[in-house]
């Protein structure tokens, strides 16, 4: 059975610093590994996929990896900004087809 | 347009009274989630459907019937509601069995509170 764990559950950082998000998970037998975006009270907002193919993807500030052999992805987080403050989720898709394990999140607040 | 969309947003009710969830995709996916997310933030698949054929029943209780009357639509029925049962339920869908590239896009949520 596939768990996903991040690390660490919270992080409170000052506004312009960069930082890492890390996301760990027991089968490396996955298809591949979504990064999504918790606003409070809101829903999912999909920020990167990788399939398990690749090693890394950016968008803008955001820059995923994945290592399945160590089953770890990243996500890193450039120039951190206050919008950036929500809960950050991974997700791994398979091995047993159309599922998707979530990690419990990691709670980022930018202190501007 | 929003791509997955669930109605109502906020739903609450007394227990033992029978609900619906309902849930819609626009984007022509085959497949069809539902998540619970509990106190602790903690999001777990419940039921998934492809081509309206029910694939994954993550050991819910039977009081908790999906229905899925065509591709697009998700709908989940609960009865005799607990407690318990109030969370912050998601619908999500995604295109065809599992692929490398198989992208999840998720509802807004639908906060349930039993009183």
């Known amino acids: 059975k596939q768990e996903v764990t991040q690390i660490p559950a919270a992080l409170s950082v000052p506004e312009g610093e960069n930082l890492v998000l890390n996301c760990s998970f027991t089968?490396?037998?996955?298809?591949?590994l979504q990064w999504f975006r918790q606003d409070p009270g809101k829903g999912l907002t999909s920020l990167l996929l990788?399939?398990?193919?690749?090693r890394e993807q950016t968008s803008g500030r955001l820059n995923a990896s994945l290592d399945k052999s160590s089953g770890r992805s990243t996500l890193y987080i450039a120039a951190s900004q206050p919008g950036d403050s929500a809960t950050y989720l991974c997700?791994?898709?398979?091995?047993?087809?159309?599922?998707?394990?979530f990690g419990e999140g990691t709670q980022l607040t930018v202190n501007p | 347009d929003t791509a997955v969309s669930q109605t109502p947003k906020y739903l609450v009710t007394q227990m033992g009274n029978d609900k619906s969830i309902k849930c819609e995709q626009n984007?022509?996916?085959?497949?069809m989630y539902w998540y619970k997310q509990d106190s602790k933030k903690f999001l777990k698949i419940m039921f998934s459907?492809?081509?309206?054929?029910?694939?994954i029943n993550e050991t819910v209780p039977n009081r908790f019937s999906p229905k899925s009357p065509d591709k697009a639509h998700l709908n989940l029925h609960i009865n005799s509601l607990e407690l318990g049962d109030s969370a912050v339920y998601f619908c999500?869908?995604?295109?065809?069995?599992?692929?490398?590239?198989?992208?999840?896009?998720f509802g807004q949520g639908t906060r349930l509170t039993v009183v």
């Open positions: 999500a869908s995604s295109r065809g069995q599992a692929q490398t590239n198989t992208e999840a896009f």
């Open positions: 089968d490396s037998a996955i298809y591949n």
């Open positions: 990788i399939q398990s193919s690749q």
């Open positions: 997700a791994a898709l398979g091995p047993s087809g159309s599922r998707l394990t």
């Open positions: 984007l022509g996916h085959d497949t």
């Open positions: 459907y492809n081509n309206k054929e029910l694939i």
